[in-house]
């Protein structure tokens, strides 16, 4: 393919991704109360007003029953957020449109990163896996950290690949050095877990070194004697090999300096970990991932179809390619031991670098005819991945044509007829520093400014001055309705308003005249500062 061709099919590729990834933006949010934060910490970030923030949130995570979240989010998908807040205000679509730059950012870096000596067909299946997959059109409409941290700890991958392993440079040797850390840094700002970039690169070096001593000794020089020659070969490049380290250093305690962590210990989490917590992950994400294949038939076995290819094409690649290897070995080691899984989202990472070797060990699974029918046989040995293609435009089409001519609107969640009357009856009867209780506390206090708790026990109901109930059928983290049931019967909740979604509900602290256990009168909490 020349030049001009592998241009034209570039722009062919990513303006057909942008009309429909775009074309499945809906105007509205689900109900997961992390975007809430995350809009939180970019507004505050806009009006200066960290601090406010940092107390406001405070009280919701540590008052709350369980466990939500962290203090403060990594600054880095806020510091993203933070520009389109202040241009655009409270706009979810503009919030959402975030996702789509980085998104296409991450296919135009799939497309560069495709190796010499592979078909361009097979690039071409790469990039358009995950431009036209229905499962990530579906999720450019969550206002998280995932698209962004894709791009970015991908990026990183891809340059250890060019400076350590290939030795090729886009600046200099210096100034290579120092980008790579600079974007592990990015990355580690946006999730923490982009700490795993860093042993990555470690382990890339320390492999690197082994190889070159390789290749200047014999094997008969034995494992140790090649050991100590590798050890020589890092303390001779010392000085350039630690500069990653040290732009990803700088980085790291400039942005500790200008912005206040609030994230929880990491290693608090890990506490819950056990061996039947590591097999129910290993079955959790096993099953997770044919969800990267929705639109298309029986997603499970064709997953499990392409276990052999993947495998395969690492053998092929294994000299070459090992930093995606440890990096996808280091993020399957990380999250099979952490407590708490997300379905597909915690595996993103991986994903582009297990497609890349499904389709070298698909491409490489048979051997080439004769150059007159190399081309043809390339279209038929990829053909069950051009099937799977045809299914993701199909369903991918069909879902943005339904959007659009919904008007972008989808009824779910905080964006609810009935969740935003009540939103507005919150904020126009309500004290300004009353509490509120509600199964999704970020989400009330972004919507409405109140401090808000999620509480599940009814002997803590005095921790707040209103209740807000949710009647829908995937209501959970709130008093039964049963428990509210006989509250109001006790006389405790007085009801103020209610619609078929919602119900709030005003608490009463004594009754006849005596203090209920663990009560305390309304609005007598902790200031919050406004926000």
Partial sequence: MNRLTNILVLAVLLGSSFLLLYGGIDNTHLWGDDFSAYIMQARSLVHRNISAYLVANRFTIEQSSDLIGPVAYPWGFPLLLAPIYAFFGFSIVAFKSLNLICYLSFLLLLWYSWPVGYSDLSRFVLVALFGWNPYFQEFMNQVLSDIPFLLFSTLSVILMRRVAVERQWLISKTGDHLLLGLVMAAAFFIRTNGFLLVVTLA????????????SRETASSGIPRLFKFGLHTLRSNLLVLTLPYVSFALSVMTSRTLLPSGEYSYFWSLKGLSMSVVQQNIH???DALPAFLTGVPHQELIYGATIPLAVHGIVQRRRSDYPMIFYVGLT??????WPNTQHLRFLFPILPFYAY?????????????????????NVVRLSPALLVLLYFGRVSAMNANLNLTGHRYKVSGPYLPTAQEVFSFITKVTESNSVVLFFKPRAMRLFTGRPSLMISEAMRLSSGDYLCEYLGEDAYNQLSFDTIASLVKEGRLGLMYQNPDFRLYRIHKSTNNRALPDSQPAAVHARIPPL
Avoid: C, M, N
């Fill in 203 to 214: 382990l890339t070096q320390f492999t690197s070194a082994l190889k070159t001593t390789t």
């Fill in 284 to 286: 959790h994400y096993i």
């Fill in 332 to 337: 399957l080691i990380l999250y099979t031991l």
């Fill in 357 to 377: 070797f499904v389709l070298v060990g698909l491409e490489r699974s048979y051997p080439k005819p004769f150059d007159r029918w190399a081309g043809l046989w």
